[in-house]
């Protein structure tokens, strides 16, 4: 089987990215403020370890790895799909108030029903979903210019939807019960926190068909990245097909944000190193920012569980620290533009 010049290195890159995953999850797995460590896993795969070392591994250690995996993969293919279907650098989940209206309908259903993370788990995303279209069709609504849709005024619109969801859901979860205003603060800037594992089931199941249906897409992002007019003159439907990949990254955002809150930056940051990396091909790009984003929050998390141990940072701090910069640096560029 021959591939196209240049396919069996991005198909490398891609495996690369592969191992790297692979071998972040490892490391997270051995670091923790508690004893279990890298020999106690070795322990774990002879079956020599003990019930409670065990626990911590799998259903501690594993379960916030793997969700963590989850959240990364789903934030960092919406950010590439949202840059390529506005093309605008600085679009990303959470900047545009998606995050933040997935947020909001978790919390409403959380609120309402008095749901724990483990009861009813798809509860969560399909609210969540909700709570990202219904933002999306308010923020298109807000940003349409003379009929047509202005990139940056998306942005602007966003920070304002993203502010206001998260003032109602700081209402609703800390009204009444002033002792949960902590862990709201957590929820708000991002905590990865270990889940059932029928609960990370559904969350996985959101994530894999909305990525699976942005990558069936990645063609005509590829056309679209000529602009609206010529993707046109292509044949390709733009509206219909810009809507297609706004509620497929809607829906992965969605599944990520119902049960860890508004982790941000990570759907701008790595499908910005992927593209540096492997061209502007969507057909590698989804894919790759979906494991490079895995990668990252993985690491990003093990860094939060252990940075200010036994203190537990939430991700979103971790996250914020590397991706502001990062969204200056592209603002500034922005503005010098013509």
């Known amino acids: 089987m021959s591939f196209p010049p240049g396919a069996s290195s991005r198909l490398l890159r891609l495996l690369v990215l592969a191992l790297l995953l692979g071998a972040s999850m490892f490391l997270a797995l051995g670091l923790g403020p508690s004893r279990a460590s890298w020999a106690s896993l070795v322990d774990l795969l002879l079956g020599r370890s003990d019930a409670t ?10 379960s916030r790895i793997v969700l963590a995996a989850i959240v990364g993969a789903a934030l960092s293919g919406a950010g590439a799909a949202f840059q390529a279907v506005l093309r ?17 309908g978790a919390t409403l259903v959380t609120t309402t029903a008095g749901l724990a993370p483990g009861d009813v788990p798809f509860a ?26 202005g990139s940056m005024a998306l942005l602007l ?25 902590q862990g709201t603060l957590a929820f708000l800037v991002g905590s990865i926190v270990p889940l059932p594992w029928g ?16 990558f069936l897409l990645s063609h005509r992002l590829n056309l679209l990245a000529f602009g609206e007019e010529t993707a046109g003159h292509l044949g390709l439907d ?35 190193a992927a593209r540096a990396a492997l061209g502007p091909d969507h057909r590698v790009l989804v894919p790759a920012s979906a494991l490079g984003g895995a990668a990252f929050l993985v690491l990003a998390d093990a860094g939060a569980r252990t940075v200010a141990a036994p203190v537990e940072l939430p991700v ?23």
């Open 88 to 104: 605008n650098p600085l679009a990303d989940p959470y900047i545009l108030g998606v995050s933040g209206g997935a947020a909001l």
């Open 124 to 149: 969560r995303p399909a609210a969540a979903f909700a709570g990202a279209v219904l933002t999306l069709a308010v923020l298109f609504r807000l940003a349409r210019l003379r009929g047509r849709t």
């Open 316 to 338: 979103g701090v971790i996250t914020a620290l590397v991706g502001c910069p990062l969204f200056l640096a592209l603002f500034l560029r922005r503005l010098r533009e013509p």
């Open 157 to 181: 619109a966003g920070v304002v939807l993203n502010a206001f969801d998260s003032a109602v859901i700081l209402f609703l979860i800390t009204v009444g019960d002033p002792a949960r205003f």
């Open 53 to 62: 070392t065990r626990a911590i591994l799998v259903d501690v250690r594993l």
């Open 238 to 272: 733009v509206e219909r097909t810009t809507w297609q990949v706004v509620i497929s990254a809607s829906l992965v955002t969605a599944a990520a944000v119902s049960f860890t809150g508004l982790v941000g930056f990570v759907g701008l940051i790595v499908p910005h």
């Open 199 to 214: 609960a990370i089931a559904v969350v996985a199941a959101f994530v894999m068909a909305g990525l699976a249906l942005l």
